[in-house]
């Protein structure tokens, strides 16, 4: 036969199975009466004749089941006769059906809402041609560790561009901010300046106008050519075709615009919406990024060898490059990852449990089932398609109540994961969530459908549904020790973080982070840095305000400048061993705005801000203690490396230390300049507010804008949320930890509570009998109370073990908190227990309410 | 089904060859292929149905409505074209097969 007109036949009985069925049966009943008929004419008695019939024609369920395979429908038409029956029964289950969806619904939440944040980080093919040959090159010194991954110099790129023969090409870039002023609107936007082969090298073309050609160049007079992204080109210029080849103004040079990428092309940063062209000069600050393709079939090793050799003493590091944009959550999300995988097991495990249950009250039905010929093969098919069922709604639950989670996610998590992270819900996502609700089906369905199908005819229909099955019982207390394991080791995770994350949050900054307000702007060009001093003279008058001031870089907010430092009277150290600071610009006042305690001195004040008063310094106390150590720090004069001439200046101020960078790093030594001898066209404006800091933004927007109508206001935020922002990884996978571990406490509590409730009832008749013969309630309570610890301990010390292996997995997100804290595996497991014997209350005081003589009379 | 007794595919030869008389209903056949053979079909008249419907499928017989010898409404299966060269072919080998055992039965 054909397989178009197989295909046709297996179609057309589907179609009209009903009639086709109904065809069967009478064929089959005809048949049967016409034996019984036969068997009458011979002389046997009504009755005998018919069930001789029915004997002489051998099993029918069976029969009609291998009919219908020959008939040609075969499986379609099973399982869809198993939905539809299995449909039914969970409909009238509605107990057992909204818990088990439930349940499995919150873990295949969990499940798809960190898939699809994690998705596009770590498991996506990165968008470029061939991602997997692409890498980012790093120069590192062998001596120093603290610079693995350092920037590459402008000389060792180039040098590298012309020698490494190992790669397909390469391309530097830097990472920055421009504002863009098309005579309108202006705005300040992240831009990244690339070298020319930088799009090729990706395999990126322009969605419109071109990328940039070899020869374009910031020619002196010429116009330099930009790219921007496609979401800037909908957003600033509708879309319009023609705003390619438009003159804008960046900063303060005259710009044109020649392309606009491909939508949701981003190379790391996702922020960025501007690209420039970049042109190499030679230089030795290492200050570029660099990445470059490895041609077909060398590999790392090799290439990183080759670019070593060619900056000795200095080495190359050649990193895969998803590892360089994902370095800083991979942690993180794997360990989410992981726990939302052991939440779903927890979940399966209930499901199972319930299953199994369930499916013990429906042994006399399955057993019925076998006698009258259907396969075990059959009734395992069924039981898994109600499995399945059960699956697919919490699937689409899940997915449901995921996409609730993705936006919470989203906004909890680290900019460091939203930044270079597109997190949505999408087909993939969907479609994982299918596999996984597939995969739960069987996971929780084999073994309950197994043990089901295993019933044993004869002794099932001899007595009814009731009585104890070991086999199943001792399985669910398997499972639920296996969820009160998972659950103990999420709630170890959860408080182990949890407790770190306070830790870090009691950590002193150093500054006073509540009510003050910071942002940033550019001034066009040098001559324009009096704006800096005008816009701060206004801001500190404005109602509301207490103080305002500038830094060139603010605290926890990126890393500063650092420059070597010279000590007056110090001999010349050895190379290497220079004393080296931090070295930030500030405005008169700023010690005072932020809260920086000053411990001795004064601050600088606006005397000090004029660039024919003398050169002084204000110091941090972490650069008294290493360089001055018990010394007289103020009137010293000291130089740093900062400028071209550096004449030495007097140190007239020490002052508190801040954290550097974030709260887990300890301060550094560091000088300030005061803005006139150091000054920089972006500066951050600090404005302490008497209240709500974002609430005076609109304001000081106008006077910004007063003052110069192409000043945009940028990145203006509350202080306490630049620093939020420091721990923003810790508390995203503390608070994401703390709710997985209360949704599996759920989970184990309705096992425990499931499988007590299910043992009191069968054990009706026990308790009765230990009532008619004495027990007191107390007693009886104590017996469940009993059960409970059998059950959940066996757990709990699995748990143990596996919270332990976590915790070092884990050891990296910790804050001065130990891997083995027993504070954290105490509160996790004396909770476990707590809501364990809450779970226990209710069956245990049903059964102690028993009335002895009602339950003898059951059976 | 009853393979254990029988060499595989018997059992359809034996429907083919009933049928082969004119059509007739399963319980029909099902008493011809008795009175023929005793064992064929112990385990159950049952069985036979998979083997009518397999025929049916390959398009060897066919199956219609009709009225029994007393009244009843019974399916009647009869030979297709198709099936009576089936017939003839199983037939044909079934005879090659047996002559071919019974050589070798009586040689030894």
């Known amino acids: 036969m054909s397989p178009w007109r197989a295909l046709g036949n297996r179609l057309r009985a589907l179609l009209q199975k009903a009639r086709l069925d109904a065809d069967m049966d009478e064929e089959m009943r005809t048949h049967i009466e016409m034996r019984a008929q036969r068997n009458l004419d011979a002389g046997m008695d009504p009755e005998e004749a018919r069930y001789a019939a029915r004997r002489q024609f051998g099993p029918i369920e069976s029969i009609q089941d291998a009919c219908r395979g020959e008939r040609g429908v075969g499986w379609i038409e099973d399982f869809l006769h198993d939905v539809r029956h299995g449909a039914r029964r969970l409909g009238k289950d509605r107990g057992f059906t909204a818990v088990s969806v439930l349940t499995l619904a919150l873990g295949i939440g969990a499940v798809v809402a960190i898939f699809a944040a994690a998705d596009d980080l770590l498991f996506r093919p990165l968008p470029y041609r061939a991602p997997d040959r692409l890498f980012r090159l790093w120069e590192r010194d062998p001596t120093r560790p603290e610079t693995a991954r350092s920037e590459v110099s402008a000389d060792d790129f180039m040098a590298w561009k012309a020698g490494g023969s190992s790669f397909e090409g390469m391309a530097a870039y830097y990472e920055g901010r421009a504002v863009l002023h098309d005579g309108e609107r202006a705005d300040e936007l992240h831009v990244q300046g690339v070298t020319p082969g930088f799009f090729p090298m990706l395999g990126i073309g322009a969605f419109h106008g071109r990328t940039f050609a070899p020869d374009d160049g910031p020619a002196p007079g010429t116009s330099a050519p930009v790219i921007i992204s496609f979401r800037l080109w909908r957003s600033w210029f509708g879309g319009d075709p023609d705003a390619v080849g438009r003159a804008v103004r960046l900063d303060s040079a005259t710009a044109t615009i020649i392309g606009v990428t491909p939508p949701g092309f981003r190379f790391g940063d996702r922020d960025v919406d501007l690209w420039l062209p970049l042109h190499l000069r030679p230089s030795k600050s290492r200050d570029l990024n660099a990445v470059g393709r490895l041609k077909r079939g060398v590999g790392r090793a090799e290439a990183e060898a080759q670019l070593s050799l060619m900056v000795q003493p200095w080495m190359a590091t050649v990193e895969p490059l998803r590892d360089s944009f994902t370095r800083s959550v991979k942690g993180s999300l794997l360990v989410l990852l992981g726990a939302v995988g052991l939440l779903l097991g927890a979940a399966c495990a209930n499901a199972a449990s319930l299953l199994l249950a369930r499916n013990r009250a429906r042994r006399s039905e399955m057993a019925m089932r076998l006698a009258l010929g259907a396969s075990r093969g059959r009734l395992v098919r069924q039981l898994l398609t109600e499995s399945l069922l059960l699956a697919m709604c919490a699937g689409a639950l899940g997915v449901a109540l995921g996409r609730y989670a993705l936006y919470a996610l989203v906004a909890l998590a680290p900019r460091a994961l939203t930044r270079s992270a597109d997190v949505a819900i999408d087909g993939r996502v969907v479609l994982f969530a299918v596999a996984v609700s597939a995969a739960t089906a069987l996971l929780f369905g084999a073994v309950p459908a197994a043990v089901s199908a295993r019933a044993d005819v004869a002794p099932e229909l001899a007595r009814n549904s009731r009585g104890g099955g070991p086999r199943a019982g001792s399985l669910r207390a398997w499972l639920i020790a296996g969820e009160v394991a998972v659950s103990l080791i999420l709630l170890t995770g959860g408080s182990l973080l949890f407790r770190s994350l306070v830790k870090l949050q009691e950590v002193d900054s150093g500054l006073m982070p509540r009510h003050l307000l910071a942002f940033h702007f550019r001034v066009p060009s040098p001559d324009k840095v009096n704006l800096f001093d005008l816009s701060r003279e206004r801001i500190a008058v404005l109602p509301g305000v207490r103080a305002a001031s500038a830094t060139s870089f603010l605290p926890f907010d990126g890393p500063p400048a650092a420059a070597r430092v010279e000590i007056e009277g110090r001999p010349a150290p050895a190379p290497g061993e220079e004393p080296v600071a931090a070295v930030r610009t500030v405005m008169p006042r700023y010690f005072g705005t932020i809260g920086i305690p000053i411990r001795q001195g004064r601050d600088f004040t606006a005397a000090d801000n004029g660039a024919d008063a003398p050169m002084r310094f204000v110091v941090n106390e972490a650069f008294v203690r290493k360089y001055l150590p018990g010394q007289e720090p103020l009137g010293r004069r000291i130089r740093t490396s900062m400028a071209r001439t550096n004449p030495l200046g007097e140190i007239i101020g020490v002052v508190g230390d801040v954290k550097e960078g974030s709260m887990r790093q300890e301060p550094v030594p560091t000088v300030y300049y005061v803005y006139a001898h150091m000054s920089y066209g972006q500066m951050t404006l600090v404005v302490r507010t008497e209240g709500d800091p974002m609430a005076i933004l609109a304001l000081v927007r106008r006077v910004v804008h007063d003052l110069d109508p192409g000043l945009p206001v940028a990145d203006a935020r509350a202080m306490d949320a630049i620093l939020g922002e420091t721990y923003a990884r810790e508390r995203f996978s503390a608070l994401l930890m703390a709710g997985f571990s209360i949704l599996s406490l759920l989970v184990a509590a309705v096992g425990v509570y499931g499988v007590l409730a299910c043992s009191v009832q069968e054990r009706t008749r026990e308790i009765g009998v230990r009532v008619a013969v004495g027990a007191d309630g107390r007693r009886i309570v104590e017996l469940v109370l009993g059960d409970t610890l059998r059950l959940v301990l066996p757990g709990l010390l699995a748990g143990l073990g596996g919270a332990l292996s976590l915790s070092r997995l884990l050891s990296s997100l910790l804050f001065k908190t130990g891997a083995w804290d027993p504070a954290s595996f105490a509160i996790a497991a004396g909770t476990l227990l707590v809501v364990a014997l809450v779970a226990a209350a209710s069956p245990a005081g049903r059964a102690a309410r028993l009335d002895p003589t009602a339950a003898l009379r059951l059976e | ?108």
């Open chain 2, 1 to 108: 089904m009853a393979k254990d007794d029988l060499l595989p595919g018997t059992l359809d030869m034996l429907i083919l060859k009933v049928l082969d008389r004119g059509a007739m209903h399963g319980f029909g056949i099902a008493e011809r292929i008795r009175e023929r053979s005793e064992n064929v079909l112990s385990v159950g008249e049952g069985s036979l149905y998979p083997a009518l419907y397999r025929l049916e499928r390959q398009r060897w017989i066919t199956a219609e409505w009709g009225q029994s010898e007393n009244n009843r409404r019974a399916r009647y299966y009869a030979l297709t074209r198709a099936g009576r060269k089936q017939l003839a072919v199983e037939t044909d080998g079934w005879e090659r097969m047996s002559l071919a055992i019974r050589q070798v039965m009586r040689s030894t």
